[in-house]
């Protein structure tokens, strides 16, 4: 199983971005899916999440901005991005519980990052 992110980039404050991650490879199904951060010098933080269900939970620190989806026909997790802030900068990470085969357990993937820049 694979994780592919994209969609980051340089953004001024205030701005939008959209990010997408697509699961591939041996999947019978996907409980939860996430995205997560890290910033120079933190540790990994969770941003948002979204159970296969359509339930969401969120940072405090993104409450209100930032907005988590997934669609489940495409295997792939959305983060849209509004009103970003330059304390926002970070490698953005895509996580899914993902269960091979059907008597199988679900096991956490990560996509490589992709890098999110808003200048002030």
């Known amino acids: 199983v694979q994780l592919q992110a994209s969609g980051g980039g340089l953004v001024q404050a205030g701005g939008s971005l959209r990010l997408s991650c697509a699961a591939s490879?041996?999947?019978?199904?996907?409980?939860?899916m996430a995205w997560y951060r890290q910033a120079p010098g933190k540790q990994r933080e969770l941003v948002a999440a979204?159970?296969?269900?359509?339930?969401?939970n969120y940072a405090d620190s993104v409450k209100g901005r930032f907005t988590i989806s997934r669609d489940n026909a495409k295997n792939s997790v959305y983060l849209q991005m509004n009103s970003l802030k330059p304390e926002d900068t970070a490698v953005y990470y895509c996580?899914?519980?993902?269960?091979?085969?059907?008597?199988?357990?679900?096991?956490?993937?990560w996509g490589q990052g992709t890098l999110v820049t808003v200048s002030s």
């Open positions: 979204i159970t296969s269900g359509g339930g969401t």
């Open positions: 996580n899914a519980d993902v269960r091979s085969r059907i008597h199988s357990g679900p096991v956490g993937y």
């Open positions: 490879g041996s999947i019978f199904s996907i409980n939860n």
